[in-house]
């Protein structure tokens, strides 16, 4: 299911940290996990679906990096993100 724009904005306004914030850290981890749940789901209908497969192990590791980066610059914001997002840290 592909992320609508409306939801992409809920999103980012639940996560921002200004007005005009749409990229930051915590704003593009909650935007990766949105995905990663949505493909997460698909494959459990198509299980063999190895080009989606692909593509989630990519997402997967782009959001472990900006994950690593976050919790070296700033673990308040990385503990209280893990725990929104319900993820596994």
Do not use: C, W
């Amino acid at each position: 299911m592909a992320l609508t724009t409306a939801h992409k904005a809920q999103i980012v306004k639940t996560y921002q940290q200004g007005n005009s914030d749409t990229g930051s850290t915590p704003v593009q981890i909650a935007l990766l996990t949105n995905r990663i749940n949505g493909l997460t789901q698909h494959l459990k209908i198509h299980k063999h679906d190895f080009h989606t497969r692909y593509g989630l192990t990519k997402l997967v590791s782009r959001r472990r990096r900006l994950m690593r980066y976050l919790k070296r610059v700033d673990i308040n914001r990385y503990s209280n993100l893990l725990k929104e997002l319900d993820i596994r840290g």
